[in-house]
């Protein structure tokens, strides 16, 4: 795929990964020097672009549900009030320590794509900590992750019109629940970046809503951030949710995140270090961002062929004349290091159980003939 969008090798992604936390650095430094002076007055001709850009997002995202109040994205009044100072500080400095502390996941589009496809059959299960493949991260993917947006005045979901996700950030956080409770979970958040925006989000919406004075805009500020928070949101441990109670957009990323988090403890992703080059690591040295161990983690879609592990001996006692395709599916696996299989009571225990996504895979003889078969759903009555 030759494609401007693609950004291929873990390299771009550190990069990307350390620009997202060069924006929110600079945000808590000017917040500093803010908190210093004797009378606080906010100038927004100098106020940095990108505390000025998630200032608006959260006056536009002050449900707790993931709903959106798109009256108030230019309300001003709301925007510098104390209410929204405080939100927009707190998810800062979850942003800051997924940014500062988190891994760098490189993820190429095919694995992308894999991972999207099991996500379309992924049951709404509960996030457990032991999901985690590290407490706090970066997905930076190669092709961006497109998912349908909110109209920007009516605040209804347009299909259609194609928000690009370059990165998904989270890290470990307290969380709002619906009721009003607080329970440990994840804050993530979503970014993209100008170049995806103005192809794929500015492109459909001329398409759909044909605004073009808007659109000006639009380009002109996405020219000016260069990558930027698209939206944010937080996801409690062990709490059962459902489609009806969040957003499309919300249960979207959820069954992605869920099937990525679920993906990473199967051997079908081969996590393979990459090591920065030494251009790279003086770059994060001048800048004084952290690296940990000095690598990236890289998650590679094994494409190892099993069958003739499987069957490829004379002693293969199939009952099949012919070979054909199993379709992938999810199937519910044990984990003893997460407790016993069952509860005192009997009863199945889901924390020790996890849902592991089985690829497609040849079953049958394998000296006899392919049958391709085509999968009919009905829909009936």
């Known amino acids: 795929m030759s494609d401007s969008c693609m950004w291929s090798g873990p390299s771009r992604a550190l990069q990307f990964h350390l620009d997202l936390f060069g924006q929110v650095d600079n945000i808590f430094k000017y917040l500093e ?17 990108h505390l000025l850009q998630r200032l608006r997002l959260m006056t536009a995202t002050t ?3 993931g709903s959106t109040v798109v009256d108030a994205r230019d ?3 709301i925007m510098f009030s104390k209410d929204n100072w405080d939100r927009t500080t707190h998810v800062l ?8 502390e988190g891994e760098t996941h490189y993820v190429s589009h095919a694995v992308q794509t894999s991972v999207l496809a099991a996500a379309e059959t992924l049951e709404p299960e509960p996030l457990f900590e032991t999901d985690l493949p590290c407490p706090t991260g970066v997905i930076v993917f190669e092709y961006p992750l497109m998912m349908d947006d909110l109209h920007p005045e009516t605040g209804e979901l347009v299909p259609g019109l194609h928000l690009p996700v370059r990165a998904i950030s989270w890290a470990q956080s307290n969380v709002v629940l619906p009721d009003g409770g607080i329970r440990q979970g994840i804050a993530y958040a979503l970014y993209t970046d100008a170049t995806a925006y103005e192809r794929f989000y500015c492109g459909t919406y001329r398409e759909i809503l044909g605004f073009d004075a808007e659109m000006e805009d639009l380009i002109e500020g996405g020219a000016q951030l260069r990558s930027w928070m698209t939206d944010t949101s937080g996801w409690a441990f062990g709490v059962p949710w459902d489609n009806d109670r969040y957003g499309e957009g919300v249960t979207f990323i959820r069954r992605f995140l869920l099937s990525y988090f679920r993906w990473c403890w199967q051997r079908i992703l081969v996590p393979t270090p990459h090591t920065p080059s030494r251009a790279e690591r003086k770059w994060v040295a001048r800048i004084k961002a952290p690296l940990q161990d000095g690598h990236i983690k890289v998650l590679r879609l094994r494409r190892e062929i099993e069958h003739e592990r499987k069957y490829g001996t004379s002693e293969y006692q199939g009952v099949y004349d012919h ?3 199993v379709r992938g599916h999810w199937r519910r696996q044990w984990y003893k290091s997460l407790g016993p299989a069952k509860t005192d009571t009997g009863e199945f225990n889901p924390e020790s159980h996890r849902l592991v996504y089985v690829e497609p895979f040849v079953k049958g003889n394998p000296n006899g003939p392919m049958i391709l078969a085509h ?7």
């Open 33 to 49: 020097r803010l908190s210093k002076q004797d009378q606080v007055e906010v100038n927004t001709a100098t106020l940095p672009l």
């Open 75 to 77: 309300n001003q009044s």
């Open 63 to 65: 449900n707790t549900d």
């Open 323 to 325: 070979q054909f395709l």
């Open 93 to 100: 400095k979850s942003e800051y320590k997924a940014l500062n």
């Open 375 to 381: 999968n009919v759903v009905a829909a009936v009555r």
